[in-house]
């Protein structure tokens, strides 16, 4: 498994998904916050083999 790819994946498939009643990334501020990532904070996470996962809840 390429697990980049997946990611890679994972982002268009948030990109693509709208839910009523709720805004996306792209609604803010001119699509500055958009990415070809699951989401802003993951831009900076470049290896998918880490020991360590933190993951956020807003």
């Known amino acids: 498994m390429n697990k980049k790819a ?3 994946k994972l982002a268009i498939k948030r ?3 709208r839910w009523t009643g709720y805004t996306c ?3 803010y501020h001119d699509r500055a916050y958009e ?3 699951v989401s802003p904070y993951t831009r900076t ?3 998918v ?3 360590i996962f933190v ?3 807003d």
Do not use: P, V, W
């Open 6 to 8: 997946e990611l890679k």
């Open 15 to 17: 990109q693509n998904t």
């Open 25 to 27: 990334i792209c609604d």
């Open 35 to 37: 990415c070809d990532f």
């Open 45 to 47: 996470a470049g290896n």
């Open 49 to 51: 083999d880490s020991k």
């Open 55 to 57: 993951m956020l809840q």
